[in-house]
């Protein structure tokens, strides 16, 4: 596979492998301590694959955060690259499942008449996610719901907000990554890529099961990416800023 090119020029620095070009590792050590989104408790020059980290996947209401509401939560959590634990919750969205929603997911009013409310989850859900790595597929999506019905709640915690909760923390996203490594490939939504990769998906559109599966892509595709935490979220946000302008070209040629 060919690196990836911009002009002419190698974005990342790396080979596809994620091994670095002689002569650039002094630079490389330099850059982790300037690198920004990297959570803070974690060593930035740490293996990220062998940290511990969880896996977020939302099946809501609708696609505004600031509108619609949680009504599925999962998180598959990962240590040493093996599967920890493994949560699910129907989550009461306090307002009426669209049709056009539930076509996706399956879920309907029925199924969460006795669900508890995403604020009774709380303490749990923060438990769960203290002192892992935040990762999603598409993570924007996740990441802006997670901190809408957080912030809808309107408590502090008693305890430091893990890193899924701060504002400034980036997500690892396998997405962005499917879209670097398998960039010639056709399809890049999740079911896509379990398909072509030959992971297990279980019920597709299910919060724990799209995030097990999730979980697994972003492990499978580690040989290509780079080994430490604090190179993977520097080249990440590089990938996800000329893949945002590409889009938007391309959204503007279509226009």
Known sequence: ??????GGHDVCGCFPTGRH?????E??????????????DFDAAAKWRLSTFAVIDFETTGLDPAEDRVLEMGIVCFEQGRI?????????????VPEEARKIHGISDEDLANA???????????????????????ASFDKRFLLAEFHRVGRALDVVPPPALREEVVWIDPLVWVRELQKYEKGKKLTDVCERMGIPMGQA????????????????LANDMPETYAELIRIQTQYEAQQEAEQSTWRARRN
């Open 1 to 6: 596979m060919k690196p990836a090119m911009r």
């Open 21 to 25: 070009y002689p002569g650039i590792a």
């Open 27 to 40: 630079r490389i050590a330099q850059a982790v301590i300037q690198v920004q989104g990297l959570a803070g």
């Open 84 to 96: 920890s634990a493994r949560h699910n919750w129907l989550i009461d969205p306090g307002i009426p």
């Open 116 to 138: 508890p409310r995403f604020e009774e989850l709380l303490t749990e859900i923060v438990g769960l996610l203290s002192g892992r790595l935040p990762v999603a597929y598409n």
């Open 205 to 220: 559109h299910r919060a724990a099961d799209d995030a097990e599966a999730t979980g697994h892509v972003l492990l499978a």
